[in-house]
């Protein structure tokens, strides 16, 4: 009954996927853009920024990166200047957010020694009078005033060219002692990067365009920039850090989503006008204290996530991390330590959403990624290690109290070739990729869409043997080399470095993998079904037990005229044995609801010893969104508000709509036809927010009900049970129809 709409939902991805492969090409932009290639462009070829080398006999991990004899400041001493890339999106043509910050901008206090840089764009209408929607603009904002000193033709940010030629105008207009870079803007995250121009669909600036620009400019420039800094959500990751570490000191960005107020600009701009010898650091501790501030001012706080990034340690941590991950691969190669592992890093803390209503990011939280497999692995304490050397200050709310300060790309699904052939590109590990790329691989295999796997295994044979049936030297090269290399070319019309478009066909086989709901590799050694105390339970034998990477339900109301089945959310308060393969129904009968008595359909986004965070798919006011709730050990619910999850691009929301009197709320449903079980939608009523917006747990209503045992396995297939009907009665006893 899943089958369907789990496999629309990768279908979709995969489309989505391949839209995203393309708006991070480095397409050119058209010629009357007005952007003119400076005089003599060095115009060597076959270059490469950064190069991360490993050798597969000894696992050791080198890194290349472009230096200078030495660095010498720009500016003059105890000056800062501050480029801000803003491109301003939806959420400054819905929200005005890109005026409210140069309004914060020009209310820093006034200094001689500190100035913001901004380029303007991206947006299809803007709140500041000053600002024109249908041209790039560059504006310097200096002791509460706010000059534009160059204009060009409307172009494309999400292009390198546009950001290249950015701050090689800023570093050869604007130099300073100190120089910071902030991309401001929607982010997605290592694979869809950041700044999704709003004028030219949605294209964004992968990490590899960054990079791009960053190299574009490196030998005009004879120092690093102090910091680069994201105002964007969910680019706090390594793979983030490992290609500005060729550029910049230090790197601020957030693992999680960022509130819709971001950064407060008035805050970095008072403190260096106090403060202008301060260096990346100091600032960065300044944005994210400010920055937490301003959460919790507006209630938004719970989500926060930001941290300081010292880039000088990201080497250290490359060379930490590929040995645990090395570690990491060969013990993956015995079937119930991979399980094992698989199953840590899937419950493990994670960023972004991560389910089918709001999107899947894929960022997971490194240490906790490292932790997760610490049990099977060796070297995971050196690589946490590292991983605190690097972050040098951080700030979270209560929801990401744990949180490390570094993400790690990691599928929690599979999505189709294009984000894989993404991933291979800016991978900071042959091991870790092998890793993934044998687990996917293993999908591919298990449900039967591999060519040549019926004839390999056999129908519901295991492909696990004794001597493995991986093969990782695609990796590497015929001496057992891999390395990070890849080409630019230098596009001499527009003084920019672009990465050579390279098609790689080894990650095809993802695009074949059909999800089917019925995994071969769950077996049984007692189907689900009834046991003698009534209890609806099963138990795996051992080639299940290995294979399993997660056990929860599905809970179904019966509509009343008896023709569809409205599933209500998952639940898991499943009893797990672990040890035996034995898994049970706990279901108590409570749910939230809203205070009329309609159900929530509920789906878990991420839980702790003390809470549990769920979104639940509605329409506000007539727009479709997500009620994320929070619900604490003693029942008390807390409603943080809706949120849009990832759009059709990749780039996640940063508002966050609080409810309030009057809103109106319809919850929304999947459902399953009784007769036929295709699966629909379904709406429930509207209902009207009265006062203070709350949400109710208590028990279902008297009535009858379906329960499904949902089996993931590990290679990204799952199993579903057949419904089994229980009923509710007045005093919230639950019981199963013999």
Same mark, same amino acid.
């Given at each position: ?10 279908? %979709? ?5 391949? =839209? ?22 060095? =115009? ?45 999106? !939806? ?14 901008? %020009? ?7 500190? *100035? ?21 603009? *560059? ?14 033709? $409307?172009?494309? &940010?999400? @292009? ?36 999704? @121009? ?36 969910? &680019? ?6 490992? &290609? ?5 000191? +230090? ?58 990034? @010292? ?11 590929? #040995? ?16 094992? &592992? ?14 089918? #209503? ?149 990650? !095809? ?6 999800? =089917? ?32 990477? $997660? ?56 839980? #702790?010893?003390?809470?549990?965070? +769920? ?35 990749? $780039? ?51 009535? !009858? ?7 993931? @396995? ?25």
């Amino acid at each position: 009954m899943k089958k369907l709409r789990k496999f629309l939902t990768v279908f %979709m991805v995969m489309l989505l996927l391949s =839209t995203m492969l393309s708006a991070c090409s480095e397409s050119g932009y058209e010629e009357e853009s007005g952007y003119a290639a400076p005089e003599n462009p060095d =115009t060597s070829s076959g270059v490469s920024s950064t190069v991360l080398s490993v050798d597969k006999e000894t696992g050791e991990l080198t890194v290349q990166r472009p230096s200078r004899d030495a660095e010498v400041p720009m500016g003059e001493a105890g000056t800062w200047t501050i480029f801000v890339y803003l491109c301003g999106s !939806d959420l400054e043509s819905g929200d005005g957010m890109g005026t409210d910050d140069i309004n914060e901008m %020009m209310s820093a206090t006034g200094s001689d020694n500190v *100035r913001f840089v901004v380029e303007t764009g991206g947006a299809q209408k803007w709140y500041n009078d000053d600002v024109n929607e249908n041209s790039l603009q *560059r504006f310097v904002i200096q002791n509460e005033q706010m000059a534009l000193v160059d204009e060009k033709d $409307a172009a494309n &940010m999400g @292009d390198t060219a546009i950001i290249t030629d950015f701050l090689r105008w800023g570093v050869q207009n604007y130099p300073a002692e100190h120089m910071g870079v902030v991309f401001w803007n929607h982010g997605g995250g290592s694979i869809t990067g950041v700044c999704f @121009d709003e004028n030219n669909n949605s294209d964004s600036l992968s990490l590899l365009e960054i990079d791009s620009a960053l190299y574009s400019i490196y030998d005009e420039m004879t120092d690093r920039f102090e910091f680069v800094g994201f105002d964007a959500c969910l &680019m706090g990751t390594v793979e983030t850090a490992n &290609m500005l570490a060729s550029y910049a000191r +230090y790197m601020i960005g957030s693992e999680e989503t960022e509130p819709g107020s971001g950064w407060d600009y008035t805050a970095i701009g008072n403190f260096l006008a106090e403060n202008n010898n301060a260096n990346g650091a100091e600032v960065g501790k300044v944005i994210c204290d400010s920055f937490l501030e301003a959460c919790e001012a507006a209630n938004d706080s719970d989500l926060t996530t930001l941290s300081v990034i @010292d880039l000088g340690q990201i080497d250290n941590l490359l060379k930490a991390f590929n #040995s645990f991950a090395k570690s990491m691969y060969e013990s993956g190669a015995d079937a119930n330590t991979l399980s094992e &592992m698989i199953r840590g890093i899937e419950s493990a803390e994670n960023f972004g959403g991560n389910n089918r #209503s709001e999107g899947f990011t894929n960022m997971v939280d490194l240490a906790a990624l490292i932790e997760a497999c610490s049990g099977y692995t060796s070297n995971g304490s050196e690589a946490v290690k590292a991983i605190n050397d690097a972050v040098l200050y951080k700030v979270s709310g209560a929801t990401h109290k744990d949180a490390a300060g570094l993400a790690v790309y990691y599928p929690l699904g599979v999505e189709g070739s294009n984000e894989l052939s993404i991933f291979e590109a800016i991978c900071i590990s042959p091991f870790y990729m092998s890793f993934i790329d044998r687990q996917n691989l293993g999908s591919a295999y298990a449900t039967g869409s591999y060519e040549g796997a019926e004839e390999e295994q056999g129908d519901g044979e295991y492909f696990y043997d004794e001597e493995g049936w991986y093969d990782d030297s695609w990796c590497y090269d015929d001496e057992g080399n891999w390395d990070s290399y890849c080409e630019y070319e230098y596009d001499e019309e527009y003084s920019c470095y672009r990465r050579k478009t390279k098609k790689d066909n080894h990650w !095809d086989y993802a695009d074949k993998v059909e999800i =089917t709901g019925e995994s071969r590799l769950i077996t049984f050694k007692r189907e689900p079904g009834l046991d003698e105390n009534g209890i609806y339970s099963f138990e795996l034998d051992e080639k299940g037990l290995e294979n399993t990477a $997660a056990v929860y339900a599905y809970i179904y109301q019966i509509s009343e005229d008896g023709k569809d089945y409205i599933e209500i959310g998952e639940t898991f308060d499943v009893e797990c044995d672990w040890d035996n393969g034995v898994f049970g129904d706990l279901f108590d009968g409570y749910w939230l609801s809203l205070p009329d008595g309609q159900i929530l359909a509920t789906y878990i986004v991420d839980y #702790s010893e003390d809470w549990v965070i +769920y979104t639940s798919p509605i329409l506000l006011n007539g727009k479709e969104t997500n009620l994320r709730i929070k619900q604490d050990n003693d029942g008390n619910v807390t409603i943080e508000g809706a949120w849009d999850g990832l759009d059709e691009n990749g $780039a996640a929301s940063r508002k966050i709509t609080k409810l309030k009197d009057g809103d109106v709320i319809v919850p929304c449903y999947f459902s399953v036809d009784a007769d036929t079980l295709e699966e629909g939608e379904w709406q429930g009523s509207e209902y009207k927010v009265k006062g203070t917006p709350e949400i109710l747990y208590g028990l279902l209503d008297e009535a !009858d009900y379906l329960y499904s045992f949902c089996i993931d @396995d590990v290679y990204y297939d799952y199993y579903e049970s057949d419904y089994e009907c229980f009923h509710v009665d007045a005093n919230g006893e639950t019981s199963y129809y013999q």
